[in-house]
């Protein structure tokens, strides 16, 4: 069964060492779903500009619908200035007042959630006051199965009030190992410990399930139901990790929509990961019969002691 998900927030180019890629969470998730053969679109908004022109040529020759993407005529495409450390580790520098910034509440948009099965939103584009109010219509049109918040903690673009406000509206929860422990400091949770801070989480809010990225690791879940699992990862050769995060949440979303147990989703959002860290950049292809022998043959990666 296809699934038509819809993610909103960002589409931007990452301004790698390497040279500039399309990237943005959202954008890379909704390319993602796309991949691997469901109805991926993307509420967001670009400049009339060179860099805008140019993303949604990408987007629709990646077969994304550009529909729901807007034309900003005075601020510039988003942009990230993206480095990288010598074990490969992204920093980023987001250059504010850009097109993503200023999403308006279109009527297309609005009727796009609530066709959706699933929505897809962030903490990034919520810095501005008229994307986060624009958020705020999009979840309340939003009648499909199941909301996730990829929560992205970059610097100056959140607030805990964000964060806060977006749990209070989310069924699944999907952070990375670091992000969940400044999730927890700047909560007052009063926990430290990976496991710990996803029952906190889940004692605090009404998420369903709590999803933790552990990079080579693997991921651990939650549930409001008590259980626990555990995934490993998969080894790769480490090109960058851009996107690979927003891929895991992808074939995440796709699994439990169609139906699979968590693990087994858990599972398959540690392959696609590792397929796209073997690569450099956020968007580059990932083959299906690459994926698939990954989940077949894939070595697995190294396993948190914590677990």
Known sequence: ?????????????????????????????????????????????????????????????????????????????????????????????????????????????????????????GTLIQRSPVSRATLAAVLERFRGKMRILDVNLRKDCWTPETVRRSLAHADILKLNDGEARALADALRLGETEIVRIAKALLLETRLSTVV??????????????????????????LADPVGSGDAFTAAFAVAMLDGRKVQDACRHGNALGACVAARHGPTAPVPAEELERMLREGTPGPKDPRF
């Open 1 to 121: 069964m296809s699934h038509t998900i819809l993610s909103y927030g960002e589409v931007l180019w990452d301004l790698l060492p390497d040279g500039p890629m399309l990237g943005g969470a959202p954008c890379n998730f909704a390319y993602r779903v796309n991949e691997l053969g469901h109805r991926g679109l993307i509420g967001s908004r670009v400049g009339a500009d060179e860099r805008g022109e140019e993303a949604l040529r990408l987007l629709a020759a990646a077969g994304v619908g550009t529909a729901l993407i807007q034309r900003d005529p005075t601020r510039p495409t988003g942009t990230v200035r993206v480095s990288l450390d010598e074990g490969r580790n992204p920093d980023y520098l987001i250059v504010p007042e850009v097109a993503y910034d200023a999403i308006a509440a279109e009527s297309a948009l609005l009727e796009a959630a609530g066709r959706a099965d699933c929505l897809c939103f």
């Open 212 to 237: 933790i990225t552990l990079g080579p690791a693997g991921c651990f879940a939650a549930s409001r139901k008590g259980w626990t699992e555990y995934a490993p990862g998969f080894a790769v050769d």
